[in-house]
């Protein structure tokens, strides 16, 4: 049962007493299976499969719980609860990872049930969360917020999240799956490197349907989605999905764990892929798939504009200070006289994507003063409150700068995307939080980092690309050479509409050097940009040769 | 679990490590088959020998004591892990804020 009062207006997906039953007679059973582990009577290999459906993973020094946040979405009373878990069962502290997700890096086994009963409180769960199966959703971070949103992602998000979940055939897929989505025509989620991407958009007559975009992806072989259909009308969204995932299962490589995800089969079908999911699409039984109106209507309901107050715009404080965070951290909202804000996770010199349980609290508190309960979680390890009133800005800034959630540099070059690398992860390769945390040392003075202007560093701590590092304008890869540490350098990657790949620019730094290589990216662009140019902007212009020249120079 | 020192015969001495089945922490194999929070408290192994200490290793597995054991070729002095990889399993966290 809720045992937490919700905040009224926050527009979170609501459960009922069946997805809440569901989510205890699952807990149950881990709860049973987690029992027979610690008394041995299930071996790791029986154990790992069902902890793994449930979001346990076991890392370099502690299990890990991945908790599902889906498609970003929180309300207070759920990041309350969060903060209250990171407390009591972690070391204080919760990673906000690229996939909208949070993870608890220092989990003791022994605990997990309890977690998950805390998480039941707020209706949250791990389930689906790791494994071969249709992964949490992402989504716009200023849905039903952003002027440039033609149709609400969320509602689509959550009909995906009740299609996927548990979905009995897709349950063991050839390897993992993501879908983000979209409803506005710029692009924030990345969508043209996920398995699918979905674009939401209406036709003249003012209908919703669907640009569908399948087969794109980072890791091992970073590739671009191949755009399968510019239209799919709202009532067939699910057969056509349903369709994509058929044709995936039944050709998708599951012998070979680097040629199993859709992108490789997409890849080498090329059109014979589109056909073939066209085929399959014919041959459903529609009538057993069409999404009736009025359910997404009722789930629309859940995502109802909160009672916004009829107000004007107004100026902004004028506190210098204040207006510094501002310009980096507020973004127009569509209501008159609200905005939206975007809180770095990022200070300088901190670990990308870590929220302590006093800054969690803090900002649940700050969400339901000021932005009806509701609080986003970014792609790039950023929180938002998606409806501020203009006027309660300075007073907002003030409670963040109080919690340390202040630092003015969303989309610049410290607003660093970091995978947990190998100070957690046991598949990396290398560290990524310290390059992070040292390249934001390095590019403290904020007055350069605005100079230096838009510029987007990711990092991963191996292939797998957790941190994006493809689709960064300066994308940093830890590998290991020999047992020790070294990172590899691409540059104009790019994850908005103009898609596109980083190409890498030569041998690999080491540990110690990495940083030097940055800044050497930045002065180079610095001497070569002209007035307006972003750092992307003056590579496209000037191409890869000044870059490689200064960072390759002879001494 | 897979191990890398199986893979490859180990050319220095090597220690065991895993992780504790209740609470997931590094331990490291220490004498009469124990498993230890500390890798001062670990035993070596000469290279030769590492299969009978993979053995021993493995035992903790089979009590569901610990999972996941792998050798590790560390320095005498410490020991010490030749890999960094290892040297962060003995250090934790690299990151200074969570560090505890
Ligand atoms: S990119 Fe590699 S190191 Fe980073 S989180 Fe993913 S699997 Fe781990």
Redesign the pocket.
Same mark, same amino acid.
């Given at each position: 049962m809720n045992a937490l009062t919700y905040p009224p207006h926050a527009r979170t997906y609501r459960y009922d007493e069946i997805d809440r039953e569901f989510l205890q007679e699952r807990i149950a059973e881990f709860r049973g299976q987690i029992e027979r582990r610690l008394a041995g009577e299930l071996t790791e290999d029986e154990f790992k499969p069902l902890r793994l459906m449930n979001g346990l993973y076991l890392q370099l020094h502690a299990y890990m719980l991945r908790v599902a946040i889906p498609y970003g979405l929180l309300n207070s009373a759920q990041l309350r609860q969060l903060g209250r878990i990171a407390r009591r069962w972690d070391r204080g502290f919760g990673h906000f990872t690229t996939r909208q997700n949070i993870q608890f890096n220092w989990t003791k086994l022994e605990d997990v049930p309890a977690m998950l009963e805390a998480l039941a409180e707020v209706d949250m769960h791990a389930i689906q969360t790791s494994g071969n199966c249709i992964r949490n959703t992402t989504t716009d971070e200023y849905a039903g917020a952003t002027p440039d949103e033609v149709v609400d992602p969320r509602v689509y998000a959550e009909i995906l999240r009740q299609w996927s979940t548990l979905h009995p055939e897709f349950t063991w897929l050839p390897r993992k799956f993501k879908i983000a989505i979209t409803g506005s025509p710029n692009d924030r989620v990345a969508a043209q490197v996920h398995d699918v991407g979905v674009l939401a958009k209406r036709n003249e007559r003012g209908e919703v349907g669907f640009e569908i975009h399948a087969g794109g992806g980072l890791g091992r072989t970073p590739i671009i989605a191949r755009k399968l259909r510019d239209w799919v009308p709202e009532a067939e969204f699910l057969a056509y999905m349903e369709a994509v995932l058929r044709v995936y299962n039944a050709l998708g490589q599951r012998e070979n764990i680097y040629k199993a995800r859709i992108k490789i089969l997409v890849r080498d079908l090329g059109d014979e892929f589109t056909q073939m999911v066209e085929r399959e699409y014919e041959r459903m039984p529609r009538d057993r798939y069409r999404l009736d109106p009025e359910i997404v209507a009722a789930i629309g309901a859940h995502f109802a504009p909160p009672p916004f107050a009829s107000l004007e715009d107004q100026a902004l404080h004028a506190d210098p200070e204040f207006r510094q965070w501002a310009s980096a951290s507020v973004r127009a909202h569509r209501q008159p006289g609200y905005a939206s804000v975007t809180i770095s996770l990022k200070p300088i010199g901190g670990i990308p994507g870590d929220a302590s349980a006093d800054q969690m609290e803090a900002v649940a508190d700050l969400a339901e003063r000021h932005s009806f309960g509701e609080i986003r979680v970014t792609h790039v390890q950023n929180l938002v409150l998606p409806h501020v009133r203009q006027e309660d800005l300075y007073a907002l800034w003030g409670g963040l700068r109080a919690a340390g959630l202040a630092t003015p540099n969303i989309g610049l070059i410290s607003d660093i995307i970091a995978?947990?690398?190998?100070d957690y992860?046991a598949? %990396?390769?290398a560290r =990524?939080i310290p390059i992070a945390q040292r390249i934001s040392e390095r590019f403290a003075s904020l007055d350069r980092q605005h100079d230096i202007g838009e510029c987007f560093i990711n990092i =991963?701590?191996?292939?797998? %690309?957790?941190?994006h590092h493809h689709v960064a304008h300066i994308g940093i890869l830890g590998v290991d050479k020999r047992g020790e540490e070294v990172y590899q350098v691409t540059l104009g990657g790019s994850a908005t509409n103009d898609a596109a790949i980083g190409e890498l620019i030569g041998p690999a730094f080491s540990y110690d050097t990495i940083v030097d290589a940055v800044e050497t990216l930045i002065t180079t662009y610095i001497a070569h940009r002209v007035p307006g140019e972003r750092f992307i902007d003056t590579y496209r212009r000037v191409g890869v040769t000044p870059f490689k020249d200064a960072l390759y120079a002879p001494a | 679990m897979s191990t890398k020192a199986k893979a490859r015969p180990a050319t220095a001495p090597v220690v065991f490590t895993a992780n504790r089945l209740r609470d997931g922490r590094v331990v490291w194999l220490g004498t009469a088959g124990l498993w230890r929070d500390a890798i001062t408290e670990t035993v070596p192994f000469a290279p030769e020998a590492a299969e009978t200490g993979l053995a021993l290793a493995r035992q903790g597995e089979r009590d569901q004591h610990v999972v996941g054991v792998y050798a590790v070729e560390v320095d005498l002095a410490g020991p010490t892990p030749l890999k960094f990889r290892e040297r962060l399993r003995v250090q934790g966290p690299s990151v200074a804020a969570e560090a505890a």
């Amino acid at each position: 049962m809720n045992a937490l009062t919700y905040p009224p207006h926050a527009r979170t997906y609501r459960y009922d007493e069946i997805d809440r039953e569901f989510l205890q007679e699952r807990i149950a059973e881990f709860r049973g299976q987690i029992e027979r582990r610690l008394a041995g009577e299930l071996t790791e290999d029986e154990f790992k499969p069902l902890r793994l459906m449930n979001g346990l993973y076991l890392q370099l020094h502690a299990y890990m719980l991945r908790v599902a946040i889906p498609y970003g979405l929180l309300n207070s009373a759920q990041l309350r609860q969060l903060g209250r878990i990171a407390r009591r069962w972690d070391r204080g502290f919760g990673h906000f990872t690229t996939r909208q997700n949070i993870q608890f890096n220092w989990t003791k086994l022994e605990d997990v049930p309890a977690m998950l009963e805390a998480l039941a409180e707020v209706d949250m769960h791990a389930i689906q969360t790791s494994g071969n199966c249709i992964r949490n959703t992402t989504t716009d971070e200023y849905a039903g917020a952003t002027p440039d949103e033609v149709v609400d992602p969320r509602v689509y998000a959550e009909i995906l999240r009740q299609w996927s979940t548990l979905h009995p055939e897709f349950t063991w897929l050839p390897r993992k799956f993501k879908i983000a989505i979209t409803g506005s025509p710029n692009d924030r989620v990345a969508a043209q490197v996920h398995d699918v991407g979905v674009l939401a958009k209406r036709n003249e007559r003012g209908e919703v349907g669907f640009e569908i975009h399948a087969g794109g992806g980072l890791g091992r072989t970073p590739i671009i989605a191949r755009k399968l259909r510019d239209w799919v009308p709202e009532a067939e969204f699910l057969a056509y999905m349903e369709a994509v995932l058929r044709v995936y299962n039944a050709l998708g490589q599951r012998e070979n764990i680097y040629k199993a995800r859709i992108k490789i089969l997409v890849r080498d079908l090329g059109d014979e892929f589109t056909q073939m999911v066209e085929r399959e699409y014919e041959r459903m039984p529609r009538d057993r798939y069409r999404l009736d109106p009025e359910i997404v209507a009722a789930i629309g309901a859940h995502f109802a504009p909160p009672p916004f107050a009829s107000l004007e715009d107004q100026a902004l404080h004028a506190d210098p200070e204040f207006r510094q965070w501002a310009s980096a951290s507020v973004r127009a909202h569509r209501q008159p006289g609200y905005a939206s804000v975007t809180i770095s996770l990022k200070p300088i010199g901190g670990i990308p994507g870590d929220a302590s349980a006093d800054q969690m609290e803090a900002v649940a508190d700050l969400a339901e003063r000021h932005s009806f309960g509701e609080i986003r979680v970014t792609h790039v390890q950023n929180l938002v409150l998606p409806h501020v009133r203009q006027e309660d800005l300075y007073a907002l800034w003030g409670g963040l700068r109080a919690a340390g959630l202040a630092t003015p540099n969303i989309g610049l070059i410290s607003d660093i995307i970091a995978c947990p690398g190998m100070d957690y992860c046991a598949l %990396a390769t290398a560290r =990524s939080i310290p390059i992070a945390q040292r390249i934001s040392e390095r590019f403290a003075s904020l007055d350069r980092q605005h100079d230096i202007g838009e510029c987007f560093i990711n990092i =991963s701590g191996c292939i797998n %690309a957790c941190g994006h590092h493809h689709v960064a304008h300066i994308g940093i890869l830890g590998v290991d050479k020999r047992g020790e540490e070294v990172y590899q350098v691409t540059l104009g990657g790019s994850a908005t509409n103009d898609a596109a790949i980083g190409e890498l620019i030569g041998p690999a730094f080491s540990y110690d050097t990495i940083v030097d290589a940055v800044e050497t990216l930045i002065t180079t662009y610095i001497a070569h940009r002209v007035p307006g140019e972003r750092f992307i902007d003056t590579y496209r212009r000037v191409g890869v040769t000044p870059f490689k020249d200064a960072l390759y120079a002879p001494a | 679990m897979s191990t890398k020192a199986k893979a490859r015969p180990a050319t220095a001495p090597v220690v065991f490590t895993a992780n504790r089945l209740r609470d997931g922490r590094v331990v490291w194999l220490g004498t009469a088959g124990l498993w230890r929070d500390a890798i001062t408290e670990t035993v070596p192994f000469a290279p030769e020998a590492a299969e009978t200490g993979l053995a021993l290793a493995r035992q903790g597995e089979r009590d569901q004591h610990v999972v996941g054991v792998y050798a590790v070729e560390v320095d005498l002095a410490g020991p010490t892990p030749l890999k960094f990889r290892e040297r962060l399993r003995v250090q934790g966290p690299s990151v200074a804020a969570e560090a505890a």
